[in-house]
């Protein structure tokens, strides 16, 4: 009696080590974008977006950044007045670029917005630098009404018509050039 309980003592604890590993897994090795904290902040010029994203490329992507392809990211922005009555009326859409390369001759990353260009000696330091947008002036105070109620949502994509064509037919077929986060929305009373 004690030899079976053994056996299935030892069964039982194998498979619960097993289901550790594969719940603890996907944690460890996340893969996407996600938003951790996006808010609109309140100052003298009017208001300030300040987001916190977490970008953690598939080894698809990175390995095409490593081979010099320039990965291109939009974050975006949108402020919505939600209305009862009709539809509902899009005050604010902006987009922002991001072009983020691999320089093999000097081994650094290089992230550029509009004409200027940031370094970085790691890819993990580029990516800390991207998934911050701090002090962002997206609107003026008289943009919106007191009193009424907007949802604002913030995201941020990989831009696949940026890439070159050869990638852009890669990226149709398959689901690792599909990246990006949902829309991260919350709402705002001025």
């Given at each position: 009696?004690?030899?079976?309980?053994?056996?299935?003592?030892?069964?039982?604890?194998?498979?619960?080590?097993?289901?550790?590993?594969?719940?603890a897994?996907?944690?460890?090795?996340?893969?996407?974008?996600?938003?951790?904290?996006?808010?609109?902040?309140?100052?003298?010029?009017?208001y300030?977006?300040?987001?916190?994203?977490?970008?953690?490329?598939?080894?698809?992507?990175?390995?095409?950044?490593?081979?010099?392809?320039?990965?291109?990211?939009?974050?975006?922005?949108?402020?919505?007045?939600?209305?009862?009555?009709?539809?509902?009326?899009?005050?604010?859409?902006?987009?922002?670029?991001?072009?983020?390369?691999?320089?093999?001759?000097?081994?650094?990353?290089?992230?550029?917005?509009?004409?200027?260009?940031?370094?970085?000696?790691?890819?993990?330091?580029?990516?800390?630098?991207?998934?911050?947008?701090?002090?962002?002036?997206?609107?003026?105070?008289r943009?919106?009404?007191?009193?009424?109620?907007?949802?604002?949502?913030?995201?941020?994509?990989?831009?696949?018509?940026?890439?070159?064509?050869?990638?852009?037919?890669?990226?149709?077929?398959?689901?690792?050039?599909?990246?990006?986060?949902?829309w991260?929305?919350?709402?705002?009373?001025?």
């Amino acid at each position: 009696m004690t030899v079976s309980f053994t056996r299935c003592f030892k069964k039982f604890s194998l498979l619960l080590a097993l289901m550790l590993l594969v719940t603890a897994t996907p944690a460890l090795y996340a893969e996407g974008i996600d938003v951790r904290h996006a808010a609109l902040v309140a100052g003298e010029e009017g208001y300030f977006l300040e987001a916190d994203f977490e970008i953690a490329l598939n080894p698809t992507l990175e390995e095409a950044l490593n081979k010099g392809v320039p990965l291109f990211f939009l974050f975006e922005f949108e402020l919505i007045r939600p209305r009862w009555y009709w539809l509902n009326e899009k005050v604010l859409g902006t987009q922002q670029q991001y072009r983020l390369a691999y320089n093999a001759l000097t081994r650094q990353y290089r992230i550029g917005v509009g004409t200027l260009y940031h370094n970085f000696a790691s890819m993990a330091e580029a990516l800390d630098f991207l998934a911050r947008a701090r002090r962002r002036h997206v609107l003026d105070a008289r943009m919106l009404a007191r009193g009424s109620t907007y949802v604002a949502g913030v995201r941020m994509r990989l831009d696949v018509s940026q890439l070159p064509k050869p990638f852009q037919l890669n990226a149709l077929a398959s689901r690792e050039w599909n990246f990006g986060s949902e829309w991260y929305r919350w709402s705002v009373t001025p």
